[in-house]
C-alpha cells in the first residue's frame, strides 16, 4: 500500500510563503514512475486541481488561479513532491492534498494522503 504523507501547512499573513512536502513511502513505489498532484478543498467548497508533475519529462501543469505564484517540484531520491507557495491570498486557505496517479493517467489518481492546513490570513 502507497502511503502519502503532507506536511508544511501552517498558518501565514498574506503575501507570504509555505513549501509542501508530500513524502511517499510504502509497496515499492518511486514518484519518479508516477505523475503526482496536489489538490485542494476549501471550506464550503469541492476539492480542485492545483498542480501536477507528470511522468516521464516532469512537465508541470497548474490551475490558472495559482500559475505565477505556485511552483511543483520533485526529489526523486527523496521520493517527495513539494509545492511552494508565494504571493499567498486568503482565497488559497485550504486543506491542500497530494495525490498519485500511473503513469498512463493525468486524471486517475488511486493513491492520497491526509492533507494538511493552509491558513492565511492576518
Known amino acids: 500500500q502507497v502511503r502519502l504523507v503532507e506536511s508544511g501547512g501552517g498558518l501565514v499573513q498574506p503575501g507570504g510563503s509555505l513549501r509542501l512536502s508530500c513524502a511517499a513511502s510504502?509497496?515499492?513505489?518511486?514518484?519518479?514512475?508516477?505523475?503526482m498532484g496536489w489538490f485542494r478543498r476549501a471550506p464550503g467548497k469541492e476539492r480542485e486541481f492545483v498542480a501536477r508533475i507528470t511522468w516521464p519529462n516532469d512537465s508541470t501543469q497548474y490551475a490558472d488561479s495559482v500559475k505565477g505564484r505556485f511552483t511543483i517540484s520533485r526529489d526523486n531520491a527523496k521520493n517527495t513532491v513539494y509545492l511552494q507557495m508565494n504571493s499567498l491570498k486568503a482565497e488559497d486557505t485550504a486543506v491542500y492534498y497530494c495525490?498519485?496517479?500511473?503513469?498512463?493517467?493525468?486524471?486517475?489518481?488511486?493513491?492520497w494522503g491526509q492533507g494538511t492546513q493552509v491558513t492565511v490570513s492576518s
Open positions: 495525490a498519485a496517479a500511473p503513469r498512463s493517467s493525468l486524471s486517475s489518481y488511486n493513491d
Open positions: 510504502g509497496r515499492p513505489f518511486s514518484i519518479s514512475n508516477y505523475n
